[in-house]
């Protein structure tokens, strides 16, 4: 019996993940570390924290919006998070949740993240619902936020360290208050 266990645990190796816990720092609308360990919240893109939208006259830091709406949803509550996908990127992807409630889905109703469509339909109706009521990004143009990350990689990186540095010392202060 012992010899038919080792076989099938060599023949169907686990490829288990690590669930993360704990109280994460939002990197960007759809990236967080714990610690050294960062992942993506799976089925959802948010704009980058540089990206804007709107149009002349009415244009707004959606980006900045995104992860200042996704530290608000952490803070509310114990943050676990779930690996479930090598995205091929450095992160992987994760469904992560804030007191039992889906982190991505809270983003995608706000209307300041779009589904992943590669990924299936999980969030296709909550997408479709923030569009028809012109919640967040929905509610004027804006750029797909895969495509403004690739437009803008390199342009943006230094500051986005900069702004997830500036962060990290906001709610180090907030913490000692």
């Known amino acids: 019996m012992k010899h038919l266990l080792a076989i099938l645990a060599l023949t169907f190796p686990l490829t288990a993940h690590a669930d ?20 993506d919240l799976f089925g959802v893109h948010a704009p980058t924290i540089t990206q804007t939208c709107g149009e002349s006259g009415n244009v707004w830091s ?6 200042l709406h996704l530290e608000e949803l952490v803070s509310a509550g ?8 090598d995205s091929g990127s450095p992160n992987p992807l994760a469904r992560c949740t804030a007191d039992g409630v889906d982190l991505a889905g809270q ?24 569009a028809n009521e012109e919640r967040g990004i929905w509610s004027g143009p804006f750029m797909d936020p895969v ?26 202060e907030e913490a000692a208050e």
């Open 147 to 172: 495509q403004w990350a690739e437009r803008t990689v390199c342009a943006c990186s230094a500051r986005k360290k900069a702004l997830a540095e500036t962060a990290a010392l906001l709610k180090d």
């Open 62 to 67: 959606c980006g900045w919006e995104a992860v």
């Open 78 to 85: 114990n943050v676990v998070c779930v690996e479930v996908a």
């Open 107 to 130: 983003m995608i109703d706000a209307g300041l993240a779009v589904r992943d469509e590669t990924l299936g339909d999980d969030y296709a109706e909550r997408e479709l619902a923030a």
């Open 20 to 39: 993360l816990a704990g109280d994460p720092m939002v990197l960007d609308g759809d990236t967080m570390s714990f610690g050294e360990k960062k992942v």
